[in-house]
C-alpha cells in the first residue's frame, strides 16, 4: 500500500449542542469533505425536519425522515432499525451517518415501546417507569452501534 492510498472509514461522531448552534450545518460540512474523500458523504436519518438547514445552505446530504405521524400506530423506529440494519450490513458507498437528533429518536423510541405493551399505562394514560426501564434498556444498545 502506498502512502497515497487510504480508505474512508464509516464517520462517526457526537455533536452536541443547543438548538441553533450549528450541529446540523457542521453535518453538511462534514459531509461535503467525505464526499471530496470519494464517498457518498452522509446519510442522514432526520427524526425532526432539521435538513431545512441543510437544504438552506445548499448541502445535498441525503435525508431519510423518521416521523410518527400516527402515534397510535407508531413506524418511525421500526423503520429506522430496519435501515440502520442496512447500512451496518452495507455501507453503500456512504462515509458517514447522522441522526437529528437523538431526542427525537429517544421520543420515537417512546412511542413504540408504549404502543408494544398500551396496557402498561398509568391512570393517567402516560407511561410508567417500566416504559422508561425499557427505553433506557434500548438505547443502551443502539449508541454504541451508532
Avoid at 441525503?62 to 423506529?77: C, G, H, M
Avoid at 415501546?113 to 444498545?141: H, K
Wanted: hydrophobic share 40%; charged share 15%.
Amino acid at each position: 500500500m502506498k502512502a497515497t492510498d487510504h480508505k474512508v472509514l464509516f464517520a462517526r461522531y457526537l455533536l452536541l449542542g443547543t438548538y441553533g448552534s450549528g450541529k446540523t450545518h457542521a453535518v453538511g460540512i462534514m459531509h461535503e469533505k467525505l464526499k471530496k474523500a470519494g464517498t457518498k458523504g452522509i446519510a442522514m436519518a432526520d427524526f425532526e425536519q432539521g435538513f431545512n438547514t441543510l437544504k438552506t445552505h445548499n448541502f445535498d446530504v441525503e435525508v431519510r425522515s423518521f416521523l410518527d405521524v400516527n402515534k397510535q400506530v407508531p413506524t418511525a423506529f421500526t423503520s429506522f432499525v430496519g435501515w440502520m440494519t442496512e447500512l451496518e450490513a452495507d455501507h453503500q458507498g456512504y462515509g458517514g451517518l447522522a441522526i437529528d437528533s437523538l431526542t427525537s429518536l429517544q421520543a420515537a423510541l417512546m412511542n413504540y415501546v408504549i404502543s408494544i405493551n398500551p396496557a402498561s399505562r398509568n391512570e393517567f394514560g402516560m407511561a410508567t417507569i417500566n416504559d422508561y426501564g425499557v427505553l433506557v434498556n434500548v438505547m443502551s444498545q443502539i449508541l454504541p452501534q451508532l
